[in-house]
């Protein structure tokens, strides 16, 4: 007599909290086998996700602010717990961390990973670059997922597309292993009394195209903050044709949005400067990548960190923000802030 037994079912990925608004947030997981799965909310909600392997499931009617905890479970057994916050919508006590350049999977990587993790963000932004070094389906449990797990299940996750992202089938990938807002490739968000305007820097920019057009339409009106990021820095050789196209297309715009910070990659270091029109960009490419294998100086008059792998830390407590790079040790290697300005629109 043959016995048949069930495979047991194991989370593949994640659980990853994505697209998270004041009401609303995304949970995404893998099981193997296929499997039916639920997740159980902290305010005794039940999502349930029929038989698959891909699990993506949306959480609606959050309060603005609230901190909410989750258990995932399949076949019958506990599989993960997590936390994440709902989005502030007004002026509120926030942190995120900022990171590009990590994605190979290695010791540096999750040495960052544990850096960040020890500030306990509410989101981590990412300046591309996620999935060394081809953008492969298949490399981005070792690039991503299994690095990223820990922070992942505590922080909301905001990419943007890197050069390596893209290398093979486009960023194909990336975009079905995230949720994200809008095109995906290129989505605005709000957290409390900051906007986010999140590009992809290897698609072109120019104003006939369907990104020129997200770029120049909507911009955040009425946030105290004004953010954006992308991959490529606009003033480095390393950016090669792109540079150019983003001085051209995405500088002015910035510019004329009034965002206050730019977060870039790309350049394996830490630098910040505010080469014109009083926007302070930060190029932080040190998430894992191998250190030194790119040029110098990628913004002009640049206060470069070179040779350490760190991140971003941004603290905003009504209308001040404070920036830290750290490196993984700990130490602090830069520390400057920022003070909402007044604007007419």
Same mark, same amino acid.
């Given at each position: 007599?043959?016995?048949?037994?069930?495979?047991?079912?194991?989370?593949?990925?994640?659980?990853?909290?994505?697209?998270?608004?004041?009401?609303?947030?995304?949970?995404?997981? !893998?099981? =193997?086998?296929? /499997?039916?799965?639920?997740?159980?909310?902290?305010?005794?909600?039940?999502?349930?996700?029929?038989?698959?392997?891909?699990?993506?499931?949306?959480?609606?009617?959050?309060?603005?602010?609230?901190?909410?905890?989750?258990?995932?479970?399949?076949?019958? =057994?506990?599989?993960?717990?997590?936390?994440?916050?709902?989005?502030?919508?007004?002026?509120?006590?926030?942190?995120?961390?900022?990171?590009?350049?990590?994605?190979?999977?290695?010791?540096?990587?999750?040495? #960052?990973?544990?850096?960040?993790?020890?500030?306990?963000?509410?989101? +981590?932004?990412?300046?591309?670059?996620?999935?060394?070094?081809?953008?492969?389906?298949?490399?981005?449990?070792? @690039? !991503?997922?299994?690095?990223?797990?820990?922070?992942?299940?505590?922080?909301?996750?905001?990419? /943007?597309?890197?050069?390596?992202?893209?290398?093979?089938?486009?960023?194909?990938?990336?975009?079905?292993?995230?949720?994200?807002? &809008?095109?995906?490739?290129?989505?605005?968000?709000?957290?409390?009394?900051?906007?986010?305007?999140?590009?992809? /820097?290897? $698609?072109?920019?120019?104003?006939?195209?369907?990104?020129?057009?997200?770029?120049?339409?909507?911009?955040?009106?009425?946030? %105290?903050?004004?953010?954006?990021?992308?991959?490529?820095?606009?003033?480095?050789?390393? /950016?090669?044709? !792109?540079?150019?196209?983003?001085?051209?297309?995405?500088?002015?715009?910035?510019?004329?949005?009034? #965002?206050?910070?730019?977060? +870039?990659?790309?350049?394996?270091?830490?630098?910040?400067? #505010?080469?014109?029109?009083?926007? @302070?960009?930060?190029?932080?490419? @040190?998430? &894992?990548?191998?250190?030194?294998?790119?040029?110098?100086?990628?913004?002009?008059?640049?206060?470069?960190?070179?040779?350490?792998? &760190?991140?971003?830390? #941004?603290?905003?407590?009504?209308?001040?923000?404070?920036?830290?790079?750290?490196?993984?040790?700990?130490?602090?290697?830069?520390?400057? $802030?920022?003070? %909402?300005?007044?604007?007419?629109?």
């Amino acid at each position: 007599m043959l016995e048949v037994v069930a495979a047991a079912i194991a989370l593949a990925r994640g659980p990853v909290v994505e697209s998270v608004t004041p009401r609303g947030a995304t949970v995404s997981f !893998i099981t =193997r086998p296929a /499997s039916t799965a639920r997740v159980d909310l902290s305010d005794g909600r039940v999502l349930q996700s029929p038989r698959r392997q891909v699990h993506v499931l949306r959480v609606g009617a959050l309060v603005p602010g609230r901190r909410y905890t989750y258990r995932v479970a399949a076949g019958g =057994r506990e599989l993960a717990r997590g936390r994440f916050r709902a989005a502030p919508d007004g002026a509120d006590r926030f942190s995120f961390a900022v990171v590009g350049d990590y994605g190979n999977g290695s010791q540096h990587e999750r040495d #960052v990973v544990a850096l960040m993790r020890g500030w306990r963000p509410d989101f +981590v932004l990412t300046t591309g670059d996620n999935n060394y070094p081809l953008g492969l389906a298949e490399h981005m449990d070792r @690039t !991503i997922f299994t690095p990223y797990r820990p922070l992942m299940r505590e922080a909301a996750f905001f990419p /943007s597309l890197g050069n390596h992202d893209v290398y093979l089938h486009r960023g194909a990938p990336y975009l079905e292993a995230f949720h994200l807002p &809008g095109a995906e490739r290129w989505y605005r968000f709000r957290w409390g009394q900051a906007a986010f305007t999140v590009l992809d /820097s290897t $698609t072109s920019t120019a104003a006939s195209t369907a990104q020129g057009r997200f770029l120049r339409a909507a911009l955040p009106l009425g946030a %105290c903050f004004r953010f954006a990021a992308w991959h490529h820095p606009p003033w480095s050789a390393h /950016s090669e044709g !792109i540079a150019p196209m983003l001085r051209r297309n995405v500088v002015p715009a910035v510019a004329a949005a009034r #965002v206050d910070v730019v977060f +870039v990659g790309h350049v394996h270091s830490y630098e910040r400067s #505010v080469p014109q029109a009083g926007v @302070t960009y930060v190029s932080v490419g @040190t998430g &894992g990548a191998e250190i030194g294998r790119v040029g110098d100086s990628s913004i002009p008059f640049a206060r470069a960190v070179r040779g350490t792998y &760190g991140a971003l830390r #941004v603290d905003v407590d009504g209308r001040g923000a404070r920036f830290r790079f750290y490196a993984v040790r700990g130490r602090v290697l830069d520390d400057w $802030t920022r003070t %909402c300005p007044a604007r007419t629109r």
